[in-house]
């Protein structure tokens, strides 16, 4: 289980980043921001980039500040940034109750956001909460910047939107007002698991009345991604355990979930409402 | 075939200039080309912790990074932790509490622990417990290793 | 005096410190992958990715022509090796399902070798392996043992052997039973998986013309002598030399295709040859273990005494039939009946091969799977008896008045004879303990208030301390040095801290003054290694005796010098004195030493040098015995099983150190867990491996694993063994998936519904959706 042969690039600023990888993406150049993913498949030899551009020692990647609205979260900021709120109010007690689910504590001092939502594993947390929250993905080529939705971005396993030749330089996610309440839910065999599924919910209430509800769905299908059929059984409902069966029910049939070897399609179902059930009632507590 | 680059590692305070190839992992780096076999490789593709080591006082998977990346980083491993002959709590707490078998994780456990401690050392049991769950062992069955880190905070506390 | 032992530390029964310690808490341990020689070359395995074909080409010119690339080997270039022969010696009626080195016309499992590259650094050999093309024309692939069996190379079929066990006349017990009850269950696909994968080294020391293996465990003495007979070399010129050992668990050390190549590799390239397994690899190439279905009935009597127990299992063999031959079925047709009396009994095991990775012992092998299905099929006997499933136990027991309780059962070439042992007393004292009456009360509280709660018992008995023989040698310097030499092994249990405990206890001195050999072929001609609980009975026996012997020739030596008699002097700390004045005139062990060299004037007609060798001789292995509770809580939404409390009773006979018992227990569990409700390797329709991840090979964190509360008695010391210790290797392991199934079943209300490990979350929702839960 050891790598192929690759060549190494260090660039110390974007745009060198960005020029290396239009140079090199297409003779399999990629970039390497944590590694906590891609290096595992390359010692698995399934993955065999013959370049790879560390992006570890760029400037002007480590942002995590809060601009027009949202939290801006650059190319090499870490999960441990989230152990405590990376931000006020709502959202940054969202991320940290998030965090600590990510995988194990050494994993976390060196994987990043945004290498997390590139490399787009459907059971990958920080996919589901820029889904659910309706994050935007800056894509930075040595053309120059694109700004990607969240619903446009993530398309299949491990396929997202990104051209080849593009660095998510950066994920910005729109700050949550301070009567936002949310609920996570996550369930995997073990500690620090991928999810077999998981859910993240927000809603506010407006004269008690759910309103804007976002309901996200992780883990279950090919990608993460908001349910529109639950989010229209929650919206205008009283909060409480009729509404939220309802929410859960819908979400549970909307999907498509994924089949694996240890993994039905019936279990992902049965346990998606479940986890949409329970994250409503912990957004309600 | 990519060319070799020239890097500095410290280990355990000491310099160790190597020619890299960018593919070989921290891990193969400190035990090949740095003589520090106590840092264990159990699986190579980052779940069961044998290999974690700090950088820059950080605890992370060695099989996880590339050696190249190090370059210039203060790496610690489970060979500098005692003092001399004087042993680390850590290392003294998971001998009087019988917290090895084997003993082909412990080095793992060891640095997790050093990290996390330095890092936090008021930690609660709890928390304690979710980190150490991010490291595999096979033979004790962990809860030696949970009193063994238990008892070392808490004499790490005590002497600071 | 009083300071004296104070100084003197590790007595029998003492929990000290282990002497492995110091070196593996600093990073100083010796394991295989930290082993090297120079200009050693590096292996890599080429495996197949078919589960069952026909080798009709390997091209090897790619591999062979990448720059560092020293060699690449077929089964052609090592056609004179033959199969790997079993550990016990040749058996004529399994030959043939025996593995090559590398695959010979056939592949039988993914992972098969089929090619072995040699090149300077491992990152090379892994690049020149992908370069080796294999053409295989596939074959059927057989994934089920419960399915017909297959042709084997136009032979045999894959039932390579069916071993059947019993006494009594089952026909007639059946015809007139009162009731009989019938339970069908399965014990998954899983295994050891020790933390450090295999590795071996091969040297070939020329000047010597001694082939030497670094990476040995487990059975160092037998796999040297299975060496010799393949290839045909004398004992003394073929070594073994074990080190550290990261984690043995009955996998680890057996002898494998990897362990010849290397010595091969290392005589005909004339360089050291290492080879380090990597973890997708062991996942598909070191044994597995425990697949097993069994259909077992119970004849039952109106009082619910079970008359009689009959038994049909099919052992999932897997590609070959690898060291042990048909060990595991051996040990779960012998052991089955466990702690019960069932005068009548049978077992029928249907031994078959599949096309998945071979199988073999580990940890408890035959007692685990075993007391999972006789334990179900107790709670099942007591739901039909409408009785208490302690009651349904407690009924069938043997009791300590027909203690030692032989039955006409092999176990190892050993007929079954029960140690002395009250095994119902020993329940007493569990549920005592762990406060049975009360927590069913609370427990059905809970239930009531909508919790799905539940207990469960398991109990087994033991077998440990395979004989027959065992020998230590002891020698003492003239500084007072003691070396203890054991063909024993070291896995991680703390054999050395028990054997030095053992050896301290005679010799007079602190244990840690005592260095324990073990595992190194040229030290000592016999050893027994480390399996089957074996080594602190059989191995710390032969010291014990070894060490007392040693102690007589101290005293008749010191006696003379001090003008006394022996038996007017004991040793403490080292030194040798008067028993009524310890201040009085001594000796240390180490002038003792100097008198008896060779040279000395002193030595008059004895033996030179203080040493001793001494054998023990066992009749029947040991059995010790105990049970397990496991307390759970299910989530009916998710299916997930959450173990609130966990108990292991235990009769140990006497501990040597109790500390190390308690941890072999606390990690036996740990393992057991694990294949109660977590580890499978599952395989698709094609015979592809679908576990070779640890992502995908679910092994408990510490977030999964209880914490045991351990009743350690000491109650029945062994009959076999002068110190009356009894194994302890096993027990943690041995009862898990009973007690954890048996508290499912309670705890969802539903009689019999675990059937089938490791229980699953989807496993058991499916399950509860079934019964509409």
Same mark, same amino acid.
């Given at each position: 289980m050891k790598p192929a042969a690759f060549e190494y690039h260090a660039p110390t600023t974007v745009d060198e980043a960005v020029a290396l990888l239009a140079e090199h993406a297409p003779n399999d150049g990629r970039i390497l921001a944590g590694g906590q993913s891609l290096v595992p498949t390359m010692a698995f030899r399934l993955a065999r980039p013959n370049h790879l551009i560390d992006i570890n020692n760029v400037a002007d990647l480590g942002k995590l500040t809060v601009e027009d609205g949202a939290l801006c979260i650059g190319a090499t900021v870490r999960h441990a940034q989230f152990h405590t709120p990376a931000c006020n109010g709502v959202l940054g007690h969202l991320l940290t109750d998030v965090v600590g689910n990510i995988a194990h504590y050494p994993i976390r001092q060196r994987g990043t956001f945004c290498g997390s939502v590139a490399h787009s594993d459907p059971a990958s947390e920080w996919c589901m909460v820029a889904a659910t929250l309706d994050a935007t993905m800056v894509a930075q080529s040595a053309s120059g910047e694109r700004l990607i939705p969240a619903a446009e971005f993530f398309e299949t396993v491990m396929t997202t939107n990104l051209n080849e030749d593009e660095l998510l330089r950066e994920v910005r996610i729109p700050m949550l007002s301070d009567d936002t309440v949310y609920g996570f839910q996550e369930f995997n065999r073990r500690a620090g698991d991928f999810a077999i599924s998981m859910t993240l919910v927000t809603y506010r209430l407006e004269s008690g009345k759910i309103t804007d509800p976002h309901i996200g769905v992780g883990g279950a299908e090919d990608r993460p991604r908001r349910i529109a059929e639950a989010e229209a059984a929650l919206a205008g409902q009283t909060p409480g355990d009729e509404a939220f069966r309802a929410a859960a029910d819908a979400a549970a049939a909307a999907i498509d979930p994924m089949e694996d070897h240890a993994t039905n399609a019936q279990y992902r179902r049965d346990l998606t409402a479940t986890l949409v059930r329970r994250a409503l009632e912990n957004a309600a507590s | 075939m990519s060319d070799k680059k020239d890097i500095t590692l410290t280990v355990n305070g000491r310099d160790h200039n190597v020619a890299v190839d960018p593919r070989w992992t921290l891990a193969d780096v400190i035990r090949d080309h740095c003589g520090q076999t106590g840092t264990h490789l159990g699986c190579e593709h980052g779940i069961c912790g044998a290999c974690t080591v700090l950088v820059d006082d950080t605890p992370v998977r060695s099989c996880l990074m590339f050696g190249v990346q190090a370059d210039g980083k203060k790496i610690r491993t489970v060979e500098g932790l005692a003092n001399g002959d004087e042993y680390h709590p850590l290392q003294k707490a998971f001998m009087e509490n019988h917290a090895l078998q084997c003993g082909y994780c412990t080095p793992g456990f060891l640095m997790l622990a050093t990290g996390i401690l330095e890092a936090q050392p008021d930690i609660s049991d709890d928390d304690l417990n979710e980190v150490l769950s991010s490291n595999l062992c096979r033979c004790t069955g962990y809860a030696n290793i949970i009193k063994a880190v238990r008892a070392a905070r808490d004499e790490m506390k005590a002497a600071s | 005096?009083?300071?004296?032992?104070?100084?003197?530390?590790?007595?029998?029964?003492?929990?000290?410190?282990?002497?492995?310690?110091?070196?593996?808490?600093?990073?100083?341990?010796?394991?295989?992958?930290?082993?090297?020689?120079? $200009?050693?070359?590096?292996?890599?395995?080429?495996?197949?990715?078919?589960?069952?074909?026909?080798?009709?080409?390997?091209? /090897?010119?790619?591999?062979?022509?990448?720059?560092?690339?020293?060699?690449?080997?077929?089964?052609?270039?090592?056609?004179?090796?033959?199969?790997?022969?079993?550990?016990?010696?040749?058996?004529?009626?399994?030959?043939?399902?025996?593995?090559?080195?590398?695959?010979?016309?056939? #592949?039988?499992?993914?992972?098969?070798?089929?090619?072995?590259?040699?090149?300077?650094?491992?990152?090379?050999?892994? $690049?020149? +392996?992908?370069?080796?093309?294999?053409?295989?024309?596939?074959?059927?692939?057989?994934?089920?043992?419960?399915?017909?069996?297959?042709?084997?190379?136009?032979?045999?079929?894959?039932?390579?052997?069916?071993?059947?066990?019993?006494?009594?006349?089952?026909?007639?017990?059946?015809?007139?039973?009162?009731?009989?009850?019938?339970?069908? #269950?399965?014990?998954?696909?899983?295994?050891?998986?020790?933390?450090? &994968?295999?590795?071996?080294?091969?040297?070939?020391?020329?000047?010597?013309?001694?082939?030497?293996?670094?990476?040995?465990?487990?059975?160092?003495?037998?796999?040297?002598?299975?060496? &010799?007979?393949?290839?045909?070399?004398?004992?003394?010129?073929?070594?073994?030399?074990?080190?550290?050992?990261?984690?043995?668990?009955?996998?680890?050390?057996?002898?494998?295709?990897?362990?010849?190549?290397? &010595?091969?590799?290392?005589?005909?390239?004339?360089?050291?040859?290492?080879?380090?397994?990597?973890?997708?690899?062991?996942?598909?190439?070191?044994?597995?273990?425990?697949?097993?279905?069994?259909?077992?009935?119970?004849?039952?009597?109106?009082?619910?005494?079970?008359?009689?127990? $009959?038994?049909?299992?099919? !052992?999932?063999?897997?590609?070959?039939?690898?060291?042990?031959?048909?060990?595991?079925?051996?040990?779960?047709?012998?052991?089955?009946?466990?702690?019960?009396?069932?005068?009548?009994?049978?077992?029928?095991?249907?031994?078959?091969?599949?096309?998945?990775?071979?199988? *073999?012992?580990?940890? %408890?092998?035959?007692?685990?799977? %075993?007391?999972?299905?006789?334990?179900?099929?107790?709670?099942?006997?007591?739901?039909?008896?409408?009785?208490?499933?302690?009651?349904?136990?407690?009924?069938?027991?043997?009791?300590?008045?027909?203690?030692?309780?032989?039955?006409? !059962?092999?176990?190892?070439?050993?007929?079954?004879?029960?140690?002395?042992?009250?095994?119902?007393?020993?329940?007493?004292?569990?549920?005592?303990?762990?406060?049975?009456?009360?927590?069913?009360?609370?427990?059905?509280?809970?239930?009531?208030?909508?919790?799905?709660?539940? *207990?469960?018992?398991?109990?087994?008995?033991?077998?440990?301390?395979?004989?027959? %023989? $065992?020998?230590?040698?002891?020698?003492?310097?003239?500084?007072?040095?003691?070396?203890?030499?054991?063909?024993? +092994?070291?896995?991680?249990?703390?054999?050395?801290?028990?054997?030095?405990?053992?050896?301290?206890?005679?010799?007079?001195?602190?244990?840690?003054?005592?260095?324990?050999?073990?595992?190194? /072929?040229?030290?000592?001609?016999?050893?027994?290694?480390?399996?089957?609980?074996?080594?602190?009975?059989?191995?710390?026996?032969?010291?014990? !005796?070894?060490?007392?012997?040693?102690?007589?020739?101290?005293?008749?030596?010191?006696?003379?010098?001090?003008?006394?008699?022996?038996?007017?002097?004991?040793?403490?700390?080292?030194?040798?004195?008067?028993?009524?004045?310890?201040?009085?005139?001594?000796?240390?062990?180490?002038?003792?030493?100097?008198?008896?060299?060779? /040279?000395?004037?002193?030595?008059?007609?004895?033996?030179?040098? !203080?040493?001793?060798?001494?054998?023990?001789?066992?009749?029947?292995?040991?059995?010790?015995?105990?049970?397990?509770?496991?307390?759970?809580?299910?989530?009916?939404?998710?299916?997930?099983?959450?173990?609130?409390?966990?108990?292991?009773?235990?009769?140990?006979?006497?501990?040597?150190?109790?500390?190390?018992?308690?941890?072999?227990?606390?990690?036996?569990?740990?393992?057991?867990?694990?294949? +109660?409700?977590?580890?499978?390797?599952?395989?698709?329709?094609a015979g592809d491996p679908q576990a070779v991840t640890f992502a995908d090979y679910l092994m408990p964190t510490l977030k999964e694993t209880p914490d045991p509360e351990i009743l350690l008695t000491e109650d029945f010391p062994s009959i076999r063994t002068p110190l009356g210790i009894k194994g302890a290797g096993e027990a943690g392991i041995t009862g898990a998936a009973g007690a954890i199934a048996s508290a499912i079943d309670n705890a969802i209300g539903i009689p019999g519904a675990v059937t089938e490990t490791p229980v699953s979350p989807q496993r058991l929702k499916k399950i509860l959706s079934e019964h509409g839960k």
């Amino acid at each position: 289980m050891k790598p192929a042969a690759f060549e190494y690039h260090a660039p110390t600023t974007v745009d060198e980043a960005v020029a290396l990888l239009a140079e090199h993406a297409p003779n399999d150049g990629r970039i390497l921001a944590g590694g906590q993913s891609l290096v595992p498949t390359m010692a698995f030899r399934l993955a065999r980039p013959n370049h790879l551009i560390d992006i570890n020692n760029v400037a002007d990647l480590g942002k995590l500040t809060v601009e027009d609205g949202a939290l801006c979260i650059g190319a090499t900021v870490r999960h441990a940034q989230f152990h405590t709120p990376a931000c006020n109010g709502v959202l940054g007690h969202l991320l940290t109750d998030v965090v600590g689910n990510i995988a194990h504590y050494p994993i976390r001092q060196r994987g990043t956001f945004c290498g997390s939502v590139a490399h787009s594993d459907p059971a990958s947390e920080w996919c589901m909460v820029a889904a659910t929250l309706d994050a935007t993905m800056v894509a930075q080529s040595a053309s120059g910047e694109r700004l990607i939705p969240a619903a446009e971005f993530f398309e299949t396993v491990m396929t997202t939107n990104l051209n080849e030749d593009e660095l998510l330089r950066e994920v910005r996610i729109p700050m949550l007002s301070d009567d936002t309440v949310y609920g996570f839910q996550e369930f995997n065999r073990r500690a620090g698991d991928f999810a077999i599924s998981m859910t993240l919910v927000t809603y506010r209430l407006e004269s008690g009345k759910i309103t804007d509800p976002h309901i996200g769905v992780g883990g279950a299908e090919d990608r993460p991604r908001r349910i529109a059929e639950a989010e229209a059984a929650l919206a205008g409902q009283t909060p409480g355990d009729e509404a939220f069966r309802a929410a859960a029910d819908a979400a549970a049939a909307a999907i498509d979930p994924m089949e694996d070897h240890a993994t039905n399609a019936q279990y992902r179902r049965d346990l998606t409402a479940t986890l949409v059930r329970r994250a409503l009632e912990n957004a309600a507590s | 075939m990519s060319d070799k680059k020239d890097i500095t590692l410290t280990v355990n305070g000491r310099d160790h200039n190597v020619a890299v190839d960018p593919r070989w992992t921290l891990a193969d780096v400190i035990r090949d080309h740095c003589g520090q076999t106590g840092t264990h490789l159990g699986c190579e593709h980052g779940i069961c912790g044998a290999c974690t080591v700090l950088v820059d006082d950080t605890p992370v998977r060695s099989c996880l990074m590339f050696g190249v990346q190090a370059d210039g980083k203060k790496i610690r491993t489970v060979e500098g932790l005692a003092n001399g002959d004087e042993y680390h709590p850590l290392q003294k707490a998971f001998m009087e509490n019988h917290a090895l078998q084997c003993g082909y994780c412990t080095p793992g456990f060891l640095m997790l622990a050093t990290g996390i401690l330095e890092a936090q050392p008021d930690i609660s049991d709890d928390d304690l417990n979710e980190v150490l769950s991010s490291n595999l062992c096979r033979c004790t069955g962990y809860a030696n290793i949970i009193k063994a880190v238990r008892a070392a905070r808490d004499e790490m506390k005590a002497a600071s | 005096m009083a300071t004296a032992t104070n100084r003197m530390l590790g007595h029998l029964g003492d929990s000290v410190e282990r002497l492995e310690d110091p070196p593996l808490v600093t990073g100083k341990g010796r394991f295989v992958g930290d082993i090297n020689f120079p $200009d050693q070359l590096h292996m890599r395995i080429v495996r197949s990715d078919h589960a069952h074909g026909k080798i009709k080409s390997v091209d /090897t010119s790619a591999a062979e022509a990448v720059p560092g690339v020293v060699a690449v080997w077929t089964t052609t270039d090592i056609d004179d090796v033959p199969p790997i022969d079993f550990r016990e010696g040749s058996d004529p009626t399994l030959a043939l399902f025996r593995q090559y080195a590398l695959a010979r016309e056939l #592949v039988r499992y993914v992972g098969d070798p089929v090619a072995a590259v040699f090149a300077e650094d491992p990152y090379t050999a892994e $690049d020149a +392996a992908e370069l080796v093309t294999i053409n295989i024309e596939p074959l059927p692939v057989l994934i089920n043992a419960d399915d017909d069996p297959q042709d084997f190379k136009g032979k045999a079929t894959t039932e390579a052997a069916v071993v059947e066990q019993g006494y009594g006349d089952i026909d007639e017990t059946f015809a007139s039973a009162y009731k009989v009850v019938e339970v069908d #269950v399965k014990v998954s696909r899983h295994t050891g998986v020790p933390m450090e &994968c295999r590795g071996a080294i091969g040297r070939y020391d020329e000047a010597r013309d001694v082939l030497e293996m670094y990476g040995a465990a487990k059975v160092p003495h037998r796999n040297r002598d299975t060496l &010799c007979r393949m290839l045909n070399r004398p004992a003394s010129g073929m070594h073994l030399f074990e080190g550290h050992t990261g984690g043995g668990f009955g996998i680890r050390g057996e002898l494998y295709p990897e362990d010849v190549l290397v &010595c091969v590799a290392a005589m005909r390239l004339r360089r050291p040859v290492k080879w380090i397994e990597d973890r997708q690899e062991h996942l598909m190439a070191a044994n597995h273990s425990r697949q097993q279905r069994h259909i077992i009935r119970a004849a039952v009597a109106e009082d619910g005494e079970v008359v009689g127990l $009959d038994d049909e299992l099919y !052992l999932d063999q897997g590609g070959y039939i690898r060291t042990h031959g048909t060990r595991v079925a051996n040990m779960t047709t012998g052991t089955l009946p466990g702690p019960y009396r069932f005068p009548v009994y049978r077992s029928i095991c249907h031994f078959r091969l599949t096309n998945k990775t071979p199988a *073999a012992t580990y940890r %408890s092998p035959g007692r685990c799977e %075993s007391t999972f299905v006789r334990e179900r099929l107790m709670d099942a006997v007591a739901v039909a008896m409408d009785m208490d499933p302690i009651a349904v136990r407690r009924r069938n027991l043997i009791s300590l008045e027909e203690m030692p309780y032989g039955r006409a !059962l092999d176990v190892l070439g050993d007929s079954v004879e029960h140690d002395p042992g009250d095994y119902a007393g020993l329940l007493d004292q569990g549920l005592a303990q762990i406060g049975w009456d009360d927590l069913q009360k609370q427990l059905a509280e809970r239930r009531a208030n909508g919790e799905m709660v539940g *207990a469960g018992i398991s109990m087994f008995f033991e077998k440990s301390g395979l004989g027959p %023989s $065992d020998g230590a040698k002891i020698f003492i310097d003239n500084s007072g040095f003691i070396e203890v030499v054991t063909g024993g +092994a070291s896995i991680g249990q703390g054999f050395e801290t028990a054997m030095a405990q053992i050896a301290a206890e005679d010799l007079g001195t602190d244990y840690r003054r005592i260095r324990v050999v073990h595992g190194q /072929t040229n030290r000592i001609d016999y050893g027994v290694g480390a399996h089957a609980s074996r080594a602190t009975v059989l191995t710390g026996t032969a010291v014990s !005796l070894t060490a007392q012997a040693v102690r007589a020739k101290a005293l008749d030596m010191a006696a003379e010098l001090l003008q006394t008699t022996a038996d007017t002097l004991t040793i403490t700390d080292g030194v040798v004195h008067s028993k009524d004045n310890p201040t009085g005139p001594s000796l240390t062990l180490g002038e003792i030493a100097e008198a008896l060299m060779p /040279t000395s004037k002193l030595l008059g007609g004895r033996e030179p040098y !203080l040493k001793g060798e001494e054998w023990f001789h066992i009749d029947h292995q040991t059995y010790p015995y105990g049970h397990h509770i496991a307390v759970v809580k299910v989530d009916p939404d998710t299916g997930g099983v959450e173990i609130e409390k966990y108990f292991i009773a235990y009769d140990i006979g006497r501990s040597i150190n109790p500390m190390m018992i308690e941890g072999q227990l606390v990690g036996g569990l740990a393992q057991g867990v694990g294949g +109660a409700l977590f580890e499978e390797f599952t395989y698709s329709e094609a015979g592809d491996p679908q576990a070779v991840t640890f992502a995908d090979y679910l092994m408990p964190t510490l977030k999964e694993t209880p914490d045991p509360e351990i009743l350690l008695t000491e109650d029945f010391p062994s009959i076999r063994t002068p110190l009356g210790i009894k194994g302890a290797g096993e027990a943690g392991i041995t009862g898990a998936a009973g007690a954890i199934a048996s508290a499912i079943d309670n705890a969802i209300g539903i009689p019999g519904a675990v059937t089938e490990t490791p229980v699953s979350p989807q496993r058991l929702k499916k399950i509860l959706s079934e019964h509409g839960k």
